[in-house]
């Protein structure tokens, strides 16, 4: 009986000891690379910064040449002189066509133009394009800003449907000695060209590159798909515009710099994700167990726990649906805020669904339990991808992390489970979220969706 005994307290002392070092280990191995990485950090922050300053500079400098050019031909005397005499000249077409052809070839640009303030007509370097009537045409707007007054200078991009067809523009205002107005000098800059050269810095540096307007919509950068969608306003700061470069923690241990271009209105922005940087192989596989080891008790902990807690919703009483427990309409709209548009770019697509004659099905079935037999299908689908909310009645909606085709598969094979199950069938409308439109704008496109499926007979899915 004491021989037992004496071992299992021997057992039990051997099992504390065990586990005091382990939990002295994994405390040193957190430790010591977290002082490795704060180091790191330290270190790097100086030559970041730095090397965003030169990428910055090199860039705007390439952008900039346009807009000094502009500059100087607002002041050239020929350009003055023709502007002010432009009704009493002959071949006034011809002549300004010449003008803007050989300034256009000399520099190697998409295009040049200039709009005259007396006649409003829109010369190009191949002919006169169009006359500019801001009053009632919505893209001529801008020209009334330039003739009040009120903008002396102004870059954009004007985005086609490839970037072949779209330019970046920097107009300038041409005025006489005494500041009155007189026209609008314009050259422009082939896009493409200006993807092709941010490539080459992205290549050159390892790092990514944008130029993004206040709201952090990228106006510039190396995938032109991004332009005017995607956005990195949670990288932007609320102050600074005084030249100062801010660094923030990015990715994996990377980094970004951000910095305000007074030229264009816009932010400068680079990127760098790097996977442990200065780190010896054998210390990351240190680290590497003790993620494992943390990992595997995680998993243990969470079967444990079951799946179906997996998709348990805390919120407040009046943001939760009682019958499915999913987040409703408020919580909804308090997570976005009353702008009503999205403020993250974590959710790719949006569904909209609802049961197929859910009146008929809720006389002859259990309605709550058809309801939350779908909510099941979709949550099991979903699989912590997204979020599933009860929008109103038998109508949900789904925020996806995943992009089109994916989303797409698991509204299929949603469709078909729910199908499979013989008590109801629904009808799912699918688009990806444009954080460019309003929240409105994009569950309407989904919710549109949704009712052609129905009208066609329901049990489908619908994308677009």
């Known amino acids: 009986m004491q021989e037992n005994a004496r071992g299992t307290v021997m057992k039990t002392s051997f099992a504390t000891i065990a586990a005091t070092i382990l939990c002295v280990s994994i405390a040193t191995i957190t430790f010591a690379h977290l002082f490795f990485v704060r180091n790191s950090i330290k270190r790097q922050d100086s030559a970041d910064t730095y090397l965003a300053a030169h990428i910055r500079n090199t860039l705007v400098s390439k952008l900039a040449e346009p807009l000094v050019v502009s500059r100087s031909l607002a002041r050239d005397e020929f350009l003055i002189d023709f502007l002010k005499n432009e009704s009493e000249l002959k071949n006034d077409e011809e002549t300004m066509k010449s003008y803007l052809s050989r300034i256009k070839n000399e520099f190697d640009y998409a295009q040049m133009t200039l709009v005259s303030g007396a006649t409003r007509r829109y010369y190009r370097d191949d002919g006169v394009h169009k006359i500019v009537n801001p009053e009632n045409d919505a893209h001529d707007t801008w020209f009334a800003n330039f003739s009040n007054g009120s903008v002396r200078q102004f870059s954009e991009v004007y985005v086609a449907k490839d970037s072949e067809s779209s330019t970046m523009y920097f107009n300038v205002r041409v005025e006489d000695s005494g500041g009155a107005f007189l026209g609008v000098i314009a050259p422009s800059l082939s896009v493409s060209n200006i993807i092709s050269f941010i490539r080459g810095l992205e290549k050159q540096y390892g790092v990514k590159i944008n130029l993004v307007n206040e709201n952090g919509v990228v106006k510039l950068g190396s995938n032109f798909e991004d332009f005017g969608i995607a956005s990195l306003s949670y990288l932007i700061p609320t102050v600074g515009r005084n030249g100062e470069f801010h660094r923030t923690q990015y990715g994996r241990g990377g980094f970004a710099v951000t910095n305000y271009v007074e030229e ?43 799946t179906a807690r997996k998709h348990t919703f805390s919120g407040n009483e009046g943001e939760v649906d009682s019958l499915t427990g999913l987040p409703n309409r408020n919580f909804f709209k308090d997570m976005f805020g009353e702008r009503g548009v999205f403020n993250t770019t974590r959710y790719r697509c949006l569904a909209v669904f609802d049961i197929d004659y859910f009146k008929e099905a809720n006389d002859n079935l259990n309605g709550d339990e058809a309801l939350i037999s779908v909510v099941k299908n979709m949550l099991r689908l979903l699989n912590d991808r997204g979020m599933a909310l009860r929008w109103g009645g038998d109508e949900f909606l789904v925020l996806f992390e995943l992009p089109m085709d994916s989303a797409y598969a698991v509204c299929r094979q949603f469709v078909k489970n729910v199908e499979a199950e013989r008590l109801v069938t629904v009808s799912v409308g699918l688009t990806e979220v444009r954080i460019s439109d309003t929240i409105k704008k994009n569950y309407y496109r989904a919710a549109q969706l949704c009712y052609l499926v129905k009208e066609m007979g329901g049990n489908g899915v619908k994308k677009g």
């Open 264 to 306: 264009f209105g816009w932010w400068f922005v680079i990127r760098r994700e790097k996977a442990w940087d200065g780190f010896s192989r054998t210390s990351f596989y240190v680290f590497a167990m003790f993620v494992m080891i943390f990992g595997l008790v995680a998993l243990f902990m969470a079967h444990r726990n079951g």
